[in-house]
């Protein structure tokens, strides 16, 4: 089971991106999924979160500007970025919990490989 991120890029401050990650291989059920960021120096930190309800959460920096969606058929998980400020500059790396088989339990140790996202003032 494999999670790729793809959409990261330089962009000015103001501007949009669109962050991708699909989860590829045999799984049986996602569950939760969301999207994370690592600034240089700083901790991981969490940035929106769906479940399998599509009930959402937001970190409040990104509240009003980010959008977290997902399509259940292909097993993808977007985030939509507005209004991007040089402070949303980070890699993001997308997480997903995954049931293997139907007896088995979620697990949400799967992350993507990140995706850089540059903000420039």
């Known amino acids: 089971v494999q999670l790729q991120a793809s959409g990261g890029g330089l962009v000015q401050a103001g501007g949009s991106l669109r962050l991708s990650c699909t989860v590829s291989?045999?799984?049986?059920?996602?569950?939760?999924m969301g999207w994370y960021r690592q600034a240089t120096g700083k901790e991981r930190d969490v940035v929106a979160l769906?479940?399998?309800?599509?009930?959402?959460n937001y970190h409040d920096s990104v509240k009003g500007r980010f959008t977290i969606s997902r399509d259940y058929a292909k097993n993808i998980v977007y985030l939509q970025m507005n209004s991007l400020k040089p402070e949303d500059t980070a890699v993001y790396y997308c997480?997903?919990?995954?049931?293997?088989?139907?007896?088995?339990?979620?697990?949400?140790?799967?992350w993507g490989q990140g995706t850089l996202v540059t903000v420039s003032s």
């Open positions: 291989g045999r799984v049986f059920d996602v569950g939760d």
């Open positions: 769906v479940n399998r309800g599509a009930i959402t």
């Open positions: 997480n997903a919990a995954i049931k293997r088989h139907r007896f088995a339990t979620y697990q949400s140790n799967y």
